[in-house]
């Protein structure tokens, strides 16, 4: 069982509001995320970075609804070791919910034998909620941003290389940034839900092979990638040997860009005027039921293969 | 630091909606309560009830506001060797919605060393928020049920004391029984909530003591508590010695009986004739700041003593 097979599970047992980047309930959404130690991050990741993310992977999913961010309640278990940490992580929390305009308005907080934030994030749905379901035929696949960057930094993190000269040291040091503390894009999703053109979306949260199977799957349609077309983290593909990174890897399967991945009728160009910012088209919705990914002349299938929190223990 | 004292700087920090049962947002309720293994249950705890508990505590704080349960979210982190229990805890966790008619509404599941779940409940206010600050000199102080039972079930369940005879073993279990399976007091918070000479109400979720002096600091007023007037849990008290049960442990300081605790200004015939059930007058509230135990002539300070979330880890 995987993690999409068990929302599928509880969707069918719970409710039907359950399978989309948040819950629908009339003028709100409501999503919740957990980070764990050892899981998704480590005791050497930084704390007051570790709190601002538990925020920004919640305020991402309000984001792929194209809805506004209002509360957030936060259940943490600390161990003691790490309790006089808290003041600096109950700063990050303050200044994130500052910059976001959001209110923590409760709270939990109990030991345990590792960290554990669990974040719940109400919003407020603006123009229509954004669903996965909406992607039809002939709209365009885009991306809200160059991808790859994250997983490339928690790659670099994992092999320790810092890289050689300034530039290189510049570029590391930037990729590891996007991952440890990734920029939710949720003024963008606010715009998104506001153009009618706009006919699904879904945050890339566990890699684009993943997330783009969700949205076709929540569509019943198929999709067809120019890979030639996604856009890179700028001067990550210069560095990629001296680096060791498995930039293939980063792009398609790696998780936690937290870019947007959206379908729309209109055309690249007539995308990023609306939107006010370059917006990349990297392939179109079909009829077929199958995902693939087109390298020049081949093509073949692109299946799921990214970040699967349910599976995870197994593969680590 | 302990957990009083946190919730305090959260509240200067975030919101001063935090320090309620649940954060009253317009005609919401919040609530979040997380359950950590090792913390708040053991490996041998069965699963299902585990899963129970974790929504009775949010609807014991959905309570305790006099609001009805409406949504809940679910977050998990679950270690790979409990991961064949998760049917017989979704199962659980689907029963116990239907049963207090709530809709669960979104989850997050991950991988962990221990089992985690954090629960976040939304309610809807009925006839206004009940809250911890209303208490008022000369309202009396009552209980909506006996307690200690919980707490005694904990003790039994520690000690693997299972009593003699067929009376005797009927109430261990029927303690060890409130201990993992407690009920929350939903309907009676919103009759509650529809009387207005309710002043204030919490629900017991740290200990008559803990939670008694939480309730008269958010009043800014004291309390005398008469303890002969404590109702206790039928049968306990005449097999204290033979269960070896710290009886005033378990009264005045035993945690999770998920009793309310509330004020109000009617007297105890004619609130529980307003309410339609019986409910116990236990002392009066006072304009000191002091909050007494009174036992016969003796009068003494009642000081929390109960469960600190936040300092157990160094009791424990």
Sequence with gaps: MNEDDLVRSLRERFSPRIGD??????????????LVEDVDFTA?????????????????????????????????????????????????????????????????LSRGDKLVISVTMIGEVCARPLLRSGARPGDR?????????????????????????????????????????????????????????????IDLSDGLSTDLNRLCEASAVGARIEKGRIPLFPDLEAHVR??????????????????????????????????GRPLFAIGRITTSREVLLADGEQESPFPPAGWDHFRSGAEG
Tied chains: 1, 2.
């Design 21 to 34: 980047d948040a819950a629908v309930v009339g003028p709100q959404v409501f999503t919740t995320d957990m």
């Design 141 to 201: 696949v885009y991306l809200s941003r160059p991808i790859g960057a994250a997983a490339a930094g928690l790659q670099l993190l994992q092999s320790g290389i810092s890289g050689n000269g300034y530039a290189e040291r510049e570029l590391v040091e930037s990729l590891i940034r996007r991952h440890l503390d990734p920029e939710p894009e949720v003024a963008l999703g606010m715009k998104l839900a506001a153009i009618d053109e706009v006919t699904a979306c």
């Design 242 to 275: 001296s680096l060791k990174i498995d930039l293939r890897q980063c792009v398609l399967h790696g998780g936690e860009d937290f870019a947007l991945l959206f379908t729309s009728s209109l055309t690249e160009s007539e995308m990023s005027r609306r939107a």
């Design 44 to 108: 050497a990741t930084p704390l007051d970075l570790v709190a601002r993310k538990s925020l920004a992977v919640n305020l991402s999913d309000i984001a792929a609804m194209g809805a506004r961010p209002r509360y957030a309640l936060l259940a943490i278990a600390i161990p003691r070791s790490m309790t006089d940490r808290l003041p600096s992580m109950i700063d990050a929390w303050a200044a994130a919910a500052r910059e976001h305009s959001i209110e923590i308005i409760g709270g939990d």
